[in-house]
């Protein structure tokens, strides 16, 4: 059976996305493919992103920043969007059957010093990992509940 593809979306695919992309992963583990992508990629993964997620032993260090467009012919079963932008723009994917929509505050464009800038990384993670860690134990639940006897 094909692994469920849950996609996360967001404007520019450099911190919530991946933020959520690697904790969702990291919560559901092998039994679902979970990617992230943007309507309009910045071109790279914020390095203040990767860093927070280091810090919850969730290693993102290797992604890249994609567009939407690249999963237009993907079996996507699950659409999340984390920012208002996202899901404004989104299309709905063949195949969809379930769309939300979580928004988080981008820590992109927090100011101050790094340390500063940091710290809203952190409490969007926390917060993203809070919403996301529940999403998959109520997915969990729901694949052990549609397992024979």
Known sequence: MKKPLILILCTGNSCRSHIAEGILRNALGPDFNVASAGSKPAGFVHPLAIRALAEINIDISSHHSK???????????????????????????????????????????????????????????????????????????????????
């Not at 820590?107 to 919403?131: C, K, M, N, W, Y």
Request: proline share 5%; charged share 25%; hydrophobic share 40%.
């Open 67 to 149: 567009h939407l467009n690249d999963f237009l012919n993907d079996n996507v079963e699950t659409v999340i969007t984390v920012c208002g932008n996202a899901d404004q723009a989104c299309p709905i994917f063949p195949g969809q059957l379930n769309r939300h929509h979580w928004g988080f505050d981008d820590p992109a464009h927090a100011t101050g010093s790094e340390a500063e800038q940091f710290l809203v990384f952190q409490r969007v993670r926390d917060e993203i990992r809070r919403v996301f860690e529940a999403y998959a134990a109520g997915r969990l639940d729901q694949l052990k509940a549609d397992l024979p006897l």
